[in-house]
């Protein structure tokens, strides 16, 4: 069997069973699902053949039953874009949108990921990790930055698990619920500053857009739930030459993982125009909030078109 590799044209994806995989088993599912049906209205109205398909343990048999030709991936968190799904399809030989499987599991996994921005001079926040609880509450005095800190389980998304901890007590509560989810711990310096995003589509930088949560930072509920006060800003009001940086380092952190399709990283620009990037989402959400989607209508890619644009970036990595 000769594997395709992808790489269609639109004639040739109008003539192919698109499968929108979408909802999942991680702690992010219900931003999955709101992702996944997004997309598969904007690709219907486009005139092409979509299938739902709810990812569970009987994926290949549902992928098999519904002939599926090509996925489009809308799954998030664990199992979703970590490597696992997309090891899977690489095995079954279907293409698939967005990155594979080396720069899924780099982009998923907090402290990989920043290892791989240290190497490449990418510029981010002073961290320690901890493979437990135990281990991340026994260094609470020693860490080498003071409070506050911020504390993350390496590979969960949407900023489940995240709290920024001012005091010790506060730290000792939050490494007892981070330790709850995926991966180790992660023990990051907190840097203040303006909350940007940098969106990047096929090795392009879109732009900047700015965040300002009316929440201490812009977590789940500021992302996904309706009448928190957030406003977004885009093009991000920063002086050019703050806008051009975050630009440049997004695309570099896109490039330096390896990601295909698009990107959003996550980004804070400090009172004195220095520039942190914290970590890079390589399957961004596509849902009514999500800011890939926002900073791509700034640039007149309105939300179809763009999953269309992601749709014919499908192929086979590895």
Same mark, same amino acid.
């Given at each position: 069997?000769?594997?395709?590799?992808?790489?269609?044209?639109?004639?040739?994806?109008?003539?192919?069973?698109?499968?929108?995989? /979408?909802?999942?088993?991680?702690?992010?599912?219900? $931003?999955?699902? *709101?992702?996944?049906?997004?997309?598969?209205?904007?690709? *219907?109205?486009?005139?092409?053949?979509?299938?739902?398909?709810?990812?569970?343990?009987?994926?290949?048999?549902?992928?098999?039953?519904?002939?599926?030709?090509?996925?489009?991936?809308?799954?998030?968190?664990?199992?979703?874009?970590?490597?696992?799904?997309?090891?899977?399809?690489?095995?079954?030989?279907?293409?698939?949108?967005?990155?594979?499987?080396?720069?899924?599991?780099?982009?998923?996994?907090?402290?990989?990921?920043?290892?791989?921005? $240290?190497? %490449?001079?990418?510029?981010?926040?002073?961290?320690?990790?901890?493979?437990?609880a135990a281990s991340a509450l026994a260094a609470a005095d020693s860490l080498p930055f003071p409070f506050p800190v911020v504390v993350k389980p390496?590979?969960?998304?949407?900023?489940?698990?995240?709290?920024?901890?001012?005091?010790?007590?506060?730290?000792?509560?939050?490494?007892?619920? &981070?330790?709850?989810?995926?991966?180790?711990l992660l023990v990051e310096q907190f840097v203040k500053g303006r909350e940007v995003q940098g969106g990047v589509l096929d090795d392009e930088a /879109?732009?900047?857009?700015? $965040? *300002?949560?009316?929440?201490?930072?812009?977590?789940?509920?500021?992302?996904?739930k309706a009448g928190t006060g957030t406003q977004y800003l885009f093009p991000a009001p920063l002086p050019p030459d703050q806008y051009a940086r975050?630009?440049?380092?997004?695309?570099?952190? %896109?490039? &330096?993982?390896?990601?295909?399709?698009?990107?959003?990283?996550? $980004?804070?620009?400090?009172?004195?125009?220095?520039?942190?990037?914290?970590?890079?989402?390589?399957?961004?959400?596509?849902? &009514?909030?999500?800011?890939?989607?926002?900073?791509?209508?700034?640039?007149?890619?309105?939300?179809?078109?763009?999953?269309?644009?992601?749709?014919?970036?499908?192929?086979?990595?590895?």
């Open positions: 069997m000769t594997p395709n590799r992808g790489a269609f044209t639109k004639d040739e994806l109008k003539q192919k069973r698109v499968g929108v995989l /979408l909802g999942g088993m991680s702690a992010e599912r219900d $931003v999955s699902l *709101r992702t996944g049906e997004a997309v598969s209205g904007a690709l *219907r109205g486009l005139g092409y053949d979509v299938v739902e398909i709810d990812v569970g343990r009987d994926l290949p048999a549902r992928l098999a039953a519904e002939k599926v030709d090509v996925a489009w991936l809308a799954v998030h968190g664990r199992y979703g874009e970590d490597g696992c799904l997309q090891g899977l399809l690489e095995s079954l030989f279907i293409p698939y949108t967005g990155s594979g499987v080396l720069a899924s599991a780099l982009g998923m996994d907090k402290v990989y990921a920043k290892q791989v921005y $240290v190497a %490449h001079g990418i510029p981010t926040p002073a961290y320690r990790s901890f493979k437990d390496s590979r969960e998304g949407s900023s489940v698990g995240v709290h920024i901890c001012k005091t010790r007590d506060a730290y000792e509560a939050a490494v007892t619920d &981070a330790a709850k989810y995926a991966g180790t /879109l732009g900047v857009i700015e $965040v *300002r949560a009316a929440r201490e930072f812009y977590d789940y509920d500021a992302k996904y975050v630009n440049e380092v997004c695309l570099a952190a %896109h490039q &330096a993982l390896g990601c295909s399709g698009g990107s959003r990283s996550d $980004v804070i620009v400090t009172d004195g125009g220095d520039v942190f990037l914290l970590e890079t989402n390589t399957l961004p959400g596509m849902t &009514a909030s999500s800011l890939l989607p926002k900073i791509a209508a700034g640039r007149g890619i309105d939300f179809p078109a763009l999953c269309e644009r992601l749709l014919l970036g499908a192929c086979l990595k590895a």
